[in-house]
């Protein structure tokens, strides 16, 4: 008989047998309660930061700082990247620097930020934008040179020109492409805030992160972690997941 479950199903069995897997490794004591907090502490600790509010400043904090320098990035990256795609002499001379800058780890940027702003929230912006800007140039470019050059053909001769053109032709078709710049750009910006959050005192779950460092509480770091995890993984869910399925339905790429 073939046992047939739910995707649900199949997270909820996944999930607990990690979990269980984690008790009983912590249980072997094959490293002390400080170095590796077993599943039941860093409930604890979560519980706790929950309660004294403590998670939620961090959350608030870190999501307003990422938000920031996001929109920021996504503005720059995408203007860039449009000029990059039609202008010649820009994709070969910004082109060939962001391309060089995009292998730059973020966490390079942060020197560099807090001698121009300081030790403040505006360095830690600084490096989220230049954490995402990068990827999110190199998509749109990308998006744009691969739209079928029949499609702007099409659209010219039905008096589509200039901004018309890109909002209601070029944009839409190169789509897929900005939706994962888009995304790998998040990616990238929650990296470098994080980076930024570790070396500066501000209130942010990076913060949280280095505060449970210097307490040798390894239950904090790690209820922090899965913080930001569970964080991710709302976020590709419910926006970018969404944005992806709803693109590849109206281009006719699903099965």
């Known amino acids: ?17 990690l979990t269980c897997t984690w008790e009983i490794v912590t249980r072997l004591r094959f490293w002390p309660e400080y170095l590796f907090p077993a599943p039941s502490s860093v409930l604890t600790s979560l519980i706790s930061g929950l309660k004294d509010k403590t998670i939620f400043i ?26 990059m795609a039609q202008i010649r002499w820009v994709k070969e001379t910004f082109g060939l620097l962001f391309l060089g800058l995009q292998t730059l780890p ?3 940027w942060l020197p560099m930020a807090l001698l121009w702003f300081g030790l403040n929230e505006t360095a830690i912006v600084f490096v989220v934008i230049m954490g995402a800007v990068f990827s999110i140039a190199q998509s749109t470019e990308d998006g744009i040179r691969n739209t079928a050059p029949s499609f702007a053909r099409a659209a010219s001769n039905l008096g589509a020109k200039g901004l018309r053109l890109y909002l209601w032709v070029v944009f839409p078709a190169a789509l897929p492409n900005l939706i ?21 005192t501000l209130p942010g779950l990076g913060n949280l992160l280095n505060m449970g460092r210097e307490l040798n509480d390894m239950s904090q ?11 991710g993984v709302i976020t590709d869910k419910m926006f970018f997941g969404v944005l992806e399925k709803r693109t590849r339905e109206r281009w006719g790429l699903t099965g």
């Not at 770091?221 to 964080?231: E, G, H, K, Q, S």
């Open 58 to 83: 961090g959350i608030a904090g870190s999501i307003s700082r990422l938000l920031k320098g996001y929109i920021i990035a996504t503005m720059i990256g995408m203007s860039v990247g449009v000029c």
């Open 106 to 108: 973020s966490i390079c």
């Open 221 to 231: 770091v790690v209820a922090v972690m899965l913080i930001i995890i569970l964080l």
């Open 1 to 17: 008989m073939k046992l047939s479950l739910k995707t649900w199903q199949r997270q909820v069995i996944f999930f607990f047998i």
């Open 180 to 200: 994962s710049g888009m995304k790998l750009g998040w990616s990238f910006a929650w990296r470098a805030m994080m980076a930024g959050e570790l070396l500066y």
